[in-house]
């Protein structure tokens, strides 16, 4: 083993997958972008009167809807780096990797490091439509790099999801499987609509749905809690993000172990 630590380690990988991911970058960067685009600019514009109801907490309804399309940019590919990993394994990748001075644990850790940092781009896209269309940041540069951070930690903790499937049945395509989620999380929470307005089945499903409280984080620094203070919002996104990351991570690493071994 050589003197190289673990950080090196990463990084020397994490740009390998970067250069995979401009060899393929509808799944890994564009994806990313394009539906919570449209979602933004079509649906907020077509829904903009709901900014009008009594009691409508944000307006205009484009400035309510930035939050939660911020977050789904993370959710759009979640399965790119998940599915990679376990071609890696069945291509002989990993075995290469044994023979290289490179710790191979690190092959893990530069894939979340990509999750993490291939939603950056896309964010400050839909971000700046967003402001475009009427959405703003009231918290400053600060909230900005706030939201970022957010962002990044959504897309690795529910990335998480994704590889506990794909290592758990070894099956490359099982995560594509796993989708629709994403929209079941955006729609069950209140990223379209104030849970007061939603139906009251729903409103409860509201509570127990972790993207509600990392959505409240977001809005928490562009437009303010719906309730509660903003440290309040912003402690409750960061428990429920670090709380994912640590379950999923919980299976993933000694997963990823015992496909080192093999």
């Not at 950080?7 to 890994?28: F, M, Q």
């Not at 009167?49 to 009594?54: D, E, I, K």
């Not at 400053?140 to 506990?164: H, K, M, Q, R, T």
Request: net charge neutral; glycine share 8%.
């Amino acid at each position: 083993m050589s003197g190289r630590g673990i950080t090196a380690d990463t990084w020397t990988l994490l740009r390998r997958n970067l250069r995979e991911g401009t060899r393929s970058p509808v799944i890994a960067f564009i994806f990313p972008v394009l539906f919570p685009l449209f979602v933004i600019t079509l649906v907020a514009s077509s829904y903009q009167r709901m900014a009008l109801v009594p009691g409508f907490p944000v307006d205009p309804y484009a400035a309510y809807m930035a939050p939660g399309m911020l977050l789904f940019t993370g959710m759009m590919g979640a399965g790119y780096s998940a599915t990679s990993l376990i071609l890696d394994s069945q291509t002989g990748f990993m075995d290469r990797l044994r023979l290289q001075p490179i710790r191979p644990m690190s092959l893990l850790l530069s894939r979340l490091a990509f999750d993490a940092v291939r939603v950056v781009p896309a964010v400050i896209v839909v971000l700046l439509v967003s402001l475009a269309l009427g959405a703003r940041v009231e918290s400053g540069i600060p909230g900005v790099l706030g939201l970022l951070v957010l962002c990044s930690l959504w897309s690795v903790a529910y990335g998480g999801l994704f590889y506990v499937v794909a290592l758990r049945t070894e099956n490359p395509q099982a995560p594509l499987a796993m989708a629709p989620l994403s929209i079941l999380l955006l729609f069950a929470s209140p990223a379209a609509a104030p849970p007061n307005l939603l139906a009251d089945w729903l409103e409860a499903i509201v509570v127990w749905n972790p993207f509600t409280y990392v959505v409240e984080g977001v809005r928490a620094l562009m437009t303010g809690p719906l309730e509660g203070s903003t440290t309040s919002a912003l402690w409750q996104a960061v428990a429920v993000l670090l709380g994912l990351v640590v379950i999923t991570q919980a299976v993933i690493v000694p997963s990823v172990t015992r496909m080192l071994d093999e």
